[in-house]
């Protein structure tokens, strides 16, 4: 006790007035002025201290190893296989080449569960709020079984569903055929995969390529020019509708009248469309059986499938849930103002509820779309061909870069979450509460 | 006469007695009436959904029913259906479930140690709950505090010392800042007390082990990780992150808030590249990458690599959710603490953070639902997960072709722990909601 008095006594005569003894140590400690800066330059020693601990080990380990830190690997034939491209590659091509295919494998099944998830996410979270029980229930048991149970385990059970419990494409054949196909004999569920149809061009700009039957989802981008034209032909559709609307809006403020305009929007919207798909011969194209397997129409690969299905149920029922939050957390009082203002029930929906929903929704759905992206790393469990499955997985193994592999990986996919928390951020600034 | 009759007044003198509402009107006639069939939409999709509903329900009934519980192996399971004239698809399996709980639970634990992974969960459930219910008296938060380091020892087993030792360690330290800190500066006794533990825990420590145990031993027999397997594993690891993750998450929060532009960077850089990278990335590095950045030589438990990589990514998530408790709370909170001249940490201790844990509790048990679920991930990297047993059994030639059965049952088990934590959350908000629109 004595000597934390001593200890005291010497601490406390720091903290008197510096002014006439000048600078003291202790004032490090003890005045705000320098307390910040001292606690900071503590922190950058231990931080470069601990990075050049980290440092040296790697350059110790990569020195015991006889390796190098180096990404001309990425320039070196691939020399593997990747059962799925969305753009041509071989076994001769690069390993540069090899991640940008799982790059784009990856952004496909992103892609396309990011759509379901949003349609299964919005329809399950508004039947969640129905007053109907049996409904409600069941979506309330959809969203629990999901929210509660592993990815994982529903990727691998999806998968085995598939694999086990689907007929092999050969039980098609024949008069005594075991299995057949569904919705008028256009879609085949196999052990392998999806067969869908495909919609190929007899006027082809690209000539008649993009007939050829091909056992890949490249021949969906056959036909790329056709293809280009429509979406352009939709394009400029939208851009004459919104000038449609600017207009109608316009002559509703001056005259109070609103012109009856659903037939010029048809006209601007659907007609050239169907214009431009009779002109290009749009003809849709069924797979059927040749041998022992399908061909021709959309192959979706079984792992394809079974992730992109086992990822949309998955966040799916996340996206139920804010959905849902976000349409109860519009206050009562908003539904009950704007029907006392004698607006009709989807009138209240689309001027009050919606859009304050919207603004509670829109944040945590792309936060949730991204960690859909994220998941979709989960591809090894049925081993589709992601990024990770070839920078982070075959790479690796075959040239035995395993640093700078990860880093590459890591790097990617901080890209993308960088890119998709940006895009959230500049909604909430652009939807703010404007507040004093 | 007409007159003389509407003249007559008729008051009546008692009132009538209160008739039963009709009977569409009450029960469960009217819930019906109200729930499902309230219209036309209504009455065709009630019919609709619950005939699919029926249909399914029917459809897998009997291969629950003739399920098989007592049998071997997958073919005996197939001969005792067939003796009762099903085919080998007409019933469920469960045989391989009785037959293989163990696994499924254990992993390969010793089978004569089950006890200590049995006492130490319930004594892990019997340390959080004054955690999680604010009735139980806070005394029992010491007990809280000491469960964790049981626990350890009575999972991996090997002497005693290692585990009391550095409980007496961190609760020297503690006495330390506490009465010393009382009479000199707090902020130089905390700095001194740090430097001394971590000297102590780095050198001192497993000298220190070695001479107790020399003395005095009290070891039990250790289980490798290796050994670990099934759903014990996936506790073990989920609850220790969880365990871990929420300190470190609360320090990453209060960091990302702080004042001073190195620390605040240092953490946003740390959170950001932690939650952009999926786990199963991070645990590829914690396999492939984590022996280039320690020093030549050392080489250590993957179990143990795999808890510090899924602590060091629960805790980013855990810091974002904090911080979205410190942003909503109100300013003039941290303006009051400074005006009654609370320190920094004196602060932090008694104002804002219980407000802001208490805000983003359910965010947190959410958070732990995920972190438990992710634990199945560790499969990847050659760990035997519950995943990953399944995965095992069906390697066997007696279970192979076993998928349902397995899947239902670790189904299961995950769905009823994280259930738990949900409807635990769901108390929580109900318990600390405000109503104010």
């Known amino acids: 006790m004595l000597a934390a008095q001593a200890l ?117 979270g508004v039947l969640r709020l129905s007053d109907n029980w049996v409904i409600n229930r069941l979506a309330a048991v959809y969203v629990e079984a999901f929210r509660s149970i592993p990815l994982l385990l529903w990727i691998v059970s999806i998968f085995a569903i598939l694999s086990e419990a689907m007929p092999q494409p050969r039980d098609f054949r024949g008069d005594d055929a075991t299995a057949s196909m569904q919705l008028f004999d256009s879609v085949a569920v196999t052990a392998r995969g999806v067969y869908v149809p495909r919609v190929a061009f007899t006027n082809s700009l690209s000539g008649n390529e993009a007939v050829i039957p091909r056992e890949n989802l490249a021949a969906v981008a056959s036909g790329s020019a056709d293809w280009a034209i429509i979406v352009a032909t939709i394009a400029v559709g939208l851009v004459v509708s919104l000038g449609i609307k600017a207009f109608v809006d316009r002559k509703q403020i001056m005259t109070g009248q609103r012109p009856v305009t659903w037939y010029w929007l048809a006209a601007v919207l659907i007609l050239p469309v169907l214009v431009a798909l009779y002109v290009l011969g749009a003809t849709v194209v069924q797979p059927y059986l040749k041998g022992f397997n399908f061909t021709d129409g959309i192959f979706i690969r079984k792992s394809l499938f079974a992730l992109w299905l086992a990822l949309s149920l998955y966040t799916g029922a996340f996206i139920a849930e804010i959905v849902r939050g976000g349409i109860q957390s519009v206050g009562k009082g908003q539904r009950e103002a704007a029907a006392a203002l004698g607006l009709q029930s989807n009138r209240i929906m689309q001027l009050v509820i919606l859009p304050q929903a919207l603004r509670v929704i829109i944040p945590p759905l792309i936060s949730n779309y991204l960690s859909l992206a994220k998941n979709s790393s989960l591809a090894l469990a049925v081993g589709y061909m992601d990024v990770r499955a070839t920078l982070g997985g075959i790479t690796i193994n075959q040239t035995g870069r395993e640093l700078e592999g990860m880093l590459l990986l890591g790097l990617f996919y901080l890209f993308l979450s960088l890119l998709i928390s940006g895009i959230i951020n500049l909604y909430n600034r652009s939807k703010q509460l404007k507040e004093r | ?265 240092s953490a946003i850089i740390f959170i950001e590249v932690v939650r952009g990278v999926p786990l199963i990335v991070w645990l590829f590095t914690a396999q492939l990458l984590l022996n280039y950045f320690l020093p030549p030589g050392t080489s250590f438990d993957l179990t143990l690599r795999v808890i510090i990589m899924v602590t060091l990514f629960a805790a980013a998530y855990i810091a974002e959710v904090i911080r979205g408790g410190l942003v909503a709370l109100p300013k003039g909170q941290h303006e009051g603490a400074v005006s009654l001249g609370l320190s920094y940490w004196q602060s932090r201790r008694l104002i804002i953070l219980p407000q802001a844990l208490k805000i983003s509790i359910p965010g947190i048990v959410n958070e732990f639902i995920g972190l438990f679920k992710d634990t199945t991930l560790v499969v990847f990297i050659g760990l035997l997960d519950p995943i990953g047993v399944t995965r095992a059994i069906r390697a066997t030639p007696e279970w192979n072709g076993v998928y349902w059965e397995l899947f239902i049952f670790v189904g299961l088990l995950f769905y009823v722990v994280c259930y738990a934590m949900a409807r635990y959350s769901l108390h929580l908000e109900n318990l600390l909601r405000r109503d104010n629109y």
Not at chain 1, 79 to 84: R, S
Not at chain 2, 96 to 120: E, K, N, S
Not at chain 2, 149 to 176: M, N, Q, R, S
């Open chain 1, 8 to 124: 005291k006594r010497v601490f406390m005569s720091t903290i008197e007035p510096s002014r006439k003894r000048g600078f003291r140590l202790g004032q490090l400690v003890y005045d705000t002025r320098y307390r910040s800066k001292s606690i900071q330059v503590i922190a950058a020693i231990v931080i470069l201290v601990s990075f050049w601990w980290l440092g040296s080990n790697i350059v110790g380990n990569l020195a015991a190893l006889g390796k190098d830190f180096n990404l001309a690997f990425l320039g070196a034939p691939a020399g593997y296989d990747i059962n799925q491209t969305l753009i041509p590659y071989d076994n001769r091509m690069s390993h540069g080449r090899a991640a940008v295919v799982g790059i784009l494998n990856t952004l496909l099944v992103s892609f396309l569960g990011c759509i379901a998830a949003t349609v299964i996410g919005i329809l399950v």
């Open chain 2, 1 to 265: 006469m007409p007159g003389n009759q509407l003249s007559q007044a008729f008051v009546r003198t008692g009132m009538l007695d209160a008739k039963q509402p009709p009977a569409g009107e009450t029960g469960l006639i009217l819930w019906i009436r109200k729930n499902l069939l309230s219209s036309w939409l209504n009455i065709i999709l009630t019919v609709l959904v619950a005939y699919a509903a029926l249909r399914l329900a029917l459809g897998l009934w009997p291969w629950f029913s003739n399920s098989v519980w007592q049998a071997s192996s997958l073919a005996d399971c197939r001969t005792i259906l067939a003796e009762q004239g099903l085919g080998p698809t007409d019933g469920a399996c469960f045989a391989v479930v009785t037959d293989r709980w163990h696994q499924l639970i254990f992993g390969f634990y010793p089978t004569d140690l089950y006890w200590r992974p049995i006492l130490a969960m319930i004594l892990f459930l019997g340390g959080i709950a004054p955690i999680l219910f604010f009735s139980l008296p806070r005394s029992l938060l010491i007990f809280s505090c000491l469960a964790p380091f049981v626990c350890f020892w009575l999972l991996w087993g090997g002497t005693a010392w290692l585990p009391l030792l550095i409980v007496a360690g961190l609760a020297g330290g503690y006495a330390l800042t506490r009465f010393v800190g009382a009479v000199i500066s707090p902020t130089l006794t905390g700095l001194v007390t740090l430097a001394l533990l971590i000297g102590f825990f780095w050198f001192g420590l497993m000298p220190l082990v070695g001479l107790m145990e020399a003395g005095l031993s009290l070891s039990i027999r250790p289980v490798a990780s290796r050994e670990f397997g099934g759903f014990m594993l996936a506790a073990t690891i989920g609850l220790s992150a969880i365990v871990l993750s929420l300190p470190l998450g609360v320090l990453l929060a209060l960091a990302r808030q702080s004042d001073l532009p190195l620390i605040k960077w």
